[in-house]
């Protein structure tokens, strides 16, 4: 039995778990983390001896091992994001058509969903016919993504509630069943991190750095790692942001009180979230 060097992919996990019951090391090495080690033209034998010789690196930062559970939920929320998008376009071609007969809708999907049969009944001289059909169908797959999109969004809850971790995770301020899901299915119960500000470091939430010749320049969040989650902390600082009343109720109240001095707050709501983050990895 020996260690056996994985390069990070679709399959990865699931190979990497039937390693292991064979007795094996597997060890999911990040691409980005192998290329450096590649020697001469691209091909199968280099980059498998790039693989081998970046496993081997004592100080190398690993892929954390996802259990089946995991890539469910991960599923389930690459799903929903997906179908989220789709209703975004959906309703941007419908602003679209209706922009291309001279009508314009004010802002919000709400006002959307109100307004649009009664646009077709006023202006049914206007409109032709095909176009109305169009727009009507539209509006039925707009109505069908909503069903899906509630109806993954009530089992993202339901595991939310039987899993212990994610029951945890929901006593942090902002973090709701969506949050506390995607942590879990990202990073499971977070020995993949030394300390919290890896984490944060993980999400691209802290600042990108130059540094040369013992001078540090720091500038604007690396946005590294997973995208999806760095948005979902964003979220959860921005909601705890339109209540300020309630931070002199939490821990980090006095510091979000004297950062709210002297930020914008757009930048004091993703330093507010790169403070949720290590607090969440803590309680995992």
């Not at 009664?118 to 109505?143: C, F, H, N, Q, T």
């Not at 899993?163 to 299915?185: D, F, H, K």
């Not at 760095?230 to 339109?242: E, P, S």
């Given at each position: ?109 709400r006002a959307l969903r109100n307004s649009l049969f009664a646009i077709l009944k006023a202006r049914k ?87 040369t010749g013992g001078k540090a320049l720091l500038g604007p969040i690396s946005k590294r790692g997973k ?58």
């Amino acid at each position: 039995r020996c260690i056996v060097g994985l390069e990070a992919c679709l399959s990865a996990h699931f190979v990497s778990r039937t390693l292991r019951q064979l007795g094996f090391e597997p060890r999911i090495i990040p691409a980005k983390y192998t290329k450096p080690f590649v020697k001469g033209q691209k091909n199968d034998y280099n980059d498998a001896e790039g693989i081998a010789e970046a496993a081997l690196r004592p100080n190398l930062k690993l892929v954390s091992e996802k259990s089946q559970d995991q890539l469910d939920l991960q599923a389930l929320h690459r799903v929903r994001s997906r179908l989220v998008s789709r209703r975004t376009a959906t309703i941007n071609q419908i602003r679209a058509f209706l922009i291309e007969q001279g009508i314009t809708v004010r802002t919000g999907a709400r006002a959307l969903r109100n307004s649009l049969f009664a646009i077709l009944k006023a202006r049914k001289d206007e409109i032709s016919p095909r176009m109305s059909d169009i727009l009507v169908g539209l509006y039925e797959d707009w109505l069908w993504l909503d069903e899906r999109i509630a109806s993954i969004t009530r089992e993202i809850e339901k595991v939310s509630l039987a899993e212990s971790n994610c029951e945890r995770l929901m006593s942090v301020p902002g973090v709701g069943p969506m949050i506390s899901t995607a942590t879990v299915a990202a990073i499971g119960t977070g020995e993949a991190f030394d300390r919290g500000r890896d984490f944060g470091a993980w999400l691209g939430l802290v600042p990108r750095q130059y540094s040369t010749g013992g001078k540090a320049l720091l500038g604007p969040i690396s946005k590294r790692g997973k995208r999806f989650l760095r948005n979902l902390f964003v979220q959860a600082a921005q909601v705890i942001l339109l209540r300020p009343q309630n931070c002199e109720k939490l821990s980090f109240g006095p510091w979000l009180k004297r950062a709210s001095e002297r930020m914008h707050k757009n930048k004091l709501a993703v330093a507010l979230a790169n403070k949720l983050a290590p607090i969440t990895w803590s309680i995992l």
